[in-house]
């Protein structure tokens, strides 16, 4: 059982509170740093202190591999996004790195093999219900999408598709330009908006039938 949540420091109460209104916004968990700057907590060191106890105290579980590797697994007051159970973390391909360059190899078939070094552990939260093997991650170049909490050498998981909705994020490849790009998706009429994160760049147009989809964002983590 967990502790009392009103035998929690405020500290632990608050960062609590922020990671719960946090995932229900974004759908995976903050960052060591964020935790902190919401929390006034101005050391990453006290912020850890401050996880690891809550760890003890049976609110969280984390993992050391992975930046975001935190979950909430036990209820507290008013909370509202879903505690999930414990789970080892899954092993997808790091395919490679979504930048404006010749595309990286997409997944194949369910059985395609991955050689070990090209496999990393993800928190079961981040596949958001998806199944693995439908699941690849991408390593980010770049800051377009920092505005989306995307940032140069964060890790994408993204699944596996060759369509999307208007407003999804999505790896796409543009034959014609011979690039890859990671932006919003927002078909309109015969072409295509890309739209960046960033507060300075402008959105790409292409013509429907230069753009084609190779999967969307689940979820965003930085490697330690």
Sequence with gaps: MPKAFNKLSSRQQ??????????????????????GEATD??????????????????????????????????????????????????RIPLIGTIVASEPAEMPGDTGQYFDEE????????????????QVYALKVKGNSMMDAMIQEGDIVIMRQQDTAEKGDMVAV??????????????????????QPAHPTM???FVPSHNCEIRGRVLSVFRQL
Excluded at 173 to 193: A, F, M, N, S, V
């Design 118 to 133: 090209d496999l990393i552990d993800v928190p079961v939260s981040l596949l958001s219900g998806n199944d693995p093997a």
């Design 202 to 204: 402008d959105p790409i």
């Design 14 to 35: 608050n960062i609590l509170r922020f990671m719960d209104r946090y995932m229900r916004k974004f759908g995976y968990p903050p960052t060591i740093r964020e935790i």
């Design 173 to 194: 490849w543009l034959p014609e330009r011979g690039e890859t790009t990671l932006k919003y998706y927002h078909p309109e009429g015969k072409q295509i908006r890309l």
């Design 41 to 90: 907590i101005n050391s990453t060191s006290v912020v850890n202190y401050n996880l690891n106890k809550l760890v003890d105290a049976g609110y969280l579980e984390r993992s050391d591999r992975v930046s975001r590797g935190l979950r909430l697994i036990a209820e507290i007051p008013g909370m509202t996004t879903k505690v999930m159970p414990s789970i080892e973390p899954s």
